[in-house]
């Protein structure tokens, strides 16, 4: 079975600094996997696609198959990242998406 | 395009009492998910649906708990006899197309069981 872990809870970076969330997996195939993003007040939405290899607000994100990882990563940080961000998995014909416990970014001053 | 709606937003219910929550996906989307956040934890599936169909119910518990998307209206996830520990976010979101993993959530609804 799939799983998706994120080891950090809570990350905290000051503006300006590099952010690295971290995302790892366990899935024997070749998965998709994604990244979401939850803002204060507002409803659960797709941050950016690993099969799109685009940047999205600043953020990137690499599938590597060696480590199962997919880290999100962005080189300066700012104010309006804070928000929740869950890294998720769909694996094969599966029909569900899987998301990790999520990790909190919070940018300060 | 609305987007995903659930309603409602919060419900409380007593111990015993059946909680109902239901979900209009957006405009055009045939398949949708449900899934349950409890305090503390991610999000869980529960139940991937398509118009008068379950597709996969593996995280539904096998008790209590029911899922339909009829033809017209809304889907509605039904827990019976509802106890403290189905307290949580249910969350809904819905996709134009199967084994996708871009998915549009609703609010989602509060459950409080007293």
């Known amino acids: 079975a799939q799983r998706v872990t994120q080891p950090e809870k809570l990350l905290s970076v000051f503006k300006g600094a590099p952010v690295e969330l971290k995302c790892n997996y366990s899935y024997s195939g070749s998965p998709e996997l994604f990244w979401y993003v939850q803002y204060s007040r507002q409803r659960l939405q797709l941050l950016l696609r690993?099969?799109s290899r685009e940047s999205i607000k600043g953020f990137t994100a690499d599938l590597n198959k060696g480590e199962t990882s997919f880290h999100l990563k962005k080189p300066f940080a700012q104010e309006e990242d804070s928000a929740m961000y869950y890294c998720a998995l769909i694996a094969g014909t599966a029909s569900k998406l899987t998301f990790g416990t999520g990790t909190r970014l919070q940018v300060t001053l | 395009n609305a987007g995903v709606m659930q309603n409602p937003r919060h419900l409380v219910r007593r111990r015993g009492q059946e909680a109902r929550l239901r979900c209009s996906p957006m405009k055009g989307h045939s398949h949708v998910y449900w899934y349950r956040q409890l305090p503390e934890e991610g999000l869980k599936f529960m139940v991937y649906?398509?118009?008068?169909?379950?597709?996969?119910e593996s995280g539904m518990p096998k008790e209590r708990f029911s899922a339909e998307f009829p033809k017209e209206g809304p889907s509605i996830l039904r827990i019976q006899q509802v106890v403290r520990g189905d307290s949580a976010a249910y969350f809904c979101a819905s996709s134009p197309r199967q084994n996708t993993g871009e998915l549009f959530f609703g609010e989602g609804s509060r459950l409080t069981v007293l």
């Open positions: 649906l398509q118009k008068e169909n379950i597709i996969d």
């Open positions: 690993h099969i």
